[in-house]
């Protein structure tokens, strides 16, 4: 079954408060599940790994055979793509988790960047998660 996520990262302060956003749907276009939550002081990309990594691992709860990852962070996806070199050492380190996550999918991956107005939903569920101060449930 493919599954399609959308996931962007906010930061007020860029580092500062900051939250993650998910929006994960099936096949057929319904969502199955949303998360906005909150991951304290951070810079705007290394919420935007976090968003990633936290996909990653609530992925087994689901029967995934491919996963197709839209985000409007043209850097995170070309990185991922590996279109870009990092530099960044928080950035390598959520590069390398993301790397070891995905070698023990069962799925296939593959991630997109799409234009910030298409991914307004995740936006929002990142910047609820801010608000609200809700962390990250494991």
Known sequence: MTFHAYTDGASRGN????GIGLLLK?????TVM?????????TNNVAEYTALITLLKRMNEYPCTRLVVFSD?????KQMNGQ???????????????????????????????????????????????????????
Request: net charge negative; proline share 5%.
């Open 84 to 138: 870009y070199k990092i530099k960044n050492p928080d950035i390598k380190r959520c590069h390398a988790e993301i790397r070891g996550l995905l070698s023990r999918s069962p799925f296939q991956f593959e991630i997109r960047h799409i234009p910030r107005e298409t991914n307004r939903e995740a936006d929002q569920l990142a910047n609820a998660g801010i608000e609200t101060r809700n962390r990250i449930d494991g």
């Open 73 to 77: 962070s043209e850097l995170m996806v």
């Open 34 to 42: 949303t998360l906005g939550a909150y991951i304290g002081q951070a």
């Open 15 to 18: 580092p500062g408060e900051s």
């Open 26 to 30: 099936d096949e057929d276009g319904r």
